[in-house]
């Protein structure tokens, strides 16, 4: 079978540039479009580049980015898109192409908690995917949106659904310490975060909430039905380039041993794996033993092989005091919790023939 011919908007963004990267040389999407505002119309890639761990290549780098026309895309046979939009722009754009017929998916939360859209997290909720045959249905297009979520939940649930279908786990609080990069670019002020922590995240702790429980949810009978998982979140900004940290705490009536826990981490497989998709990672989740493990600056590109690098979470510091477990969780928040995130669900669309 041929490649899918893909664009890519908002691809002068941290998303966008994580997408040219993992999509160059993509075994089933092929780029012929990068698209961003009107600002970087024109300009090459290389021009807008700032991934500092990517050495960017020649040809990659000479990609003329032009501006965001659904209509024109459609016209140039793209198949498949891959937003990196801001969530104020996304909506409408992403409709648009939908309608024209392309497989849209998105990184932004336009879309995230309608009725018949997923948000998709392929180790977690694959069959989540069968609410598209409703949402075609009601765009009278062959096109849809698929979402990912929002970057601070997508490690944590993965971490969460082994533990969650073994143990029976509901009552989960975390705090998150969360990269810079994931507030976009130029994002926040070098003022306010030198040397500083800022405690507020806009949104993101009731996100971590409503979209971990849509995930972790099942699809039943054409409709979404939310986990009976509650997640409660603090959420802080920290000087860290990439890589989300979280501290968990879980509580439960019974708990069991850290061995067990550990157990069934390390042994979580699900689909991505089964159907060995490109950018899956052969170990979702990473247990570390070290006691001053994970970091962000060690950890956050975890996972084999090379094009699943930066999609594995790791989780280390697993502890129990009574009725409370307690551990640590990283994941990468531009790969995993990003484009990362949105590559996976495309694979998964295509091998299961939805594209
Ligand atoms: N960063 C993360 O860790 C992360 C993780 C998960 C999800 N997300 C979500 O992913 C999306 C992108 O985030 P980001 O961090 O990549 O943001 P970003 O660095 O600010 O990039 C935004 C991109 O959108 C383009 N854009 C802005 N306004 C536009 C318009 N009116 N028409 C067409 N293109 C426009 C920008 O183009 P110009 O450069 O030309 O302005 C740029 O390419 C957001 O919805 C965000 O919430 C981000």
């Known amino acids: ?15 966008g ?10 075994p089933y999407f092929e780029v012929t479009a990068y698209c961003a505002s009107d600002r970087s119309e024109g300009k090459r890639l290389a021009d807008v580049w700032r991934l500092s761990d990517v050495e960017l290549d020649r040809e990659l780098g000479s990609k003329v980015v032009q501006a965001t026309d659904p209509k024109a895309l459609a016209k140039a046979g793209i198949e498949v898109v891959f937003s990196g939009l801001p969530s104020d722009v996304a909506g409408p754009v992403e409709d648009a192409c939908a309608d024209q017929g392309m497989a849209v998916f998105s990184n932004a939360a336009s879309h995230r908690m309608e009725d018949d859209t997923p948000i998709l997290v392929p180790e977690i909720n694959p069959d989540h995917l069968k609410s598209i045959s409703a949402q075609k249905k009601r765009r009278k297009s062959s096109g849809f949106i698929v979402t990912n979520a929002n970057c601070s ?12 279908d073994k143990f029976g786990f509901k009552d989960v609080n975390v705090a998150t310490y969360q990269a810079l990069s994931g507030a976009g670019y130029p994002g926040v002020p070098s003022l306010d975060i030198l040397g500083n922590v800022l405690p507020f995240i806009k949104n993101e702790e009731d996100k971590m909430n409503s979209e971990g429980r849509k995930i972790l949810g099942k699809y039943v009978d054409g409709r979404f039905v939310d986990s009976p998982v509650t997640i409660m979140a603090s959420c ?15 509580r439960n009536k019974d708990m069991p041993s850290v061995s067990d826990l550990v157990k069934t981490l390390e042994g979580f497989r699900a689909k991505p794996q089964e159907l060995k998709l490109p950018s899956a990672p052969d170990r979702p989740i990473i247990v570390t033993k070290e006691p001053n493990r994970p970091q962000p600056i060690l ?15 790791t989780i280390g510091r697993i502890r129990i005091d009574k009725d409370c477990l307690r551990f640590y969780l990283l994941s990468h928040n531009t790969i995993r919790g990003g484009a990362g995130g949105s590559v996976l669900n495309a694979e998964l669309a295509f091998k299961e023939g939805y594209i």
Not at 299 to 313: F, L, W
């Open 17 to 26: 540039q994580r997408f040219a990267h993992m999509l160059d040389a993509h």
């Open 1 to 15: 079978m041929g490649k899918k011919k893909a664009a890519i908007l908002g691809s002068s963004g941290m998303i």
């Open 236 to 250: 802080a900004r920290v000087n860290v380039r990439d890589g989300h940290l979280e501290a968990v705490f879980i």
């Open 299 to 313: 950890d956050s590109d975890a996972g084999t092989p090379e094009r699943a690098k930066g999609m594995a979470v």
């Open 153 to 164: 939940i997508t490690g944590l649930a993965i971490g969460l659904k082994p533990l969650v």
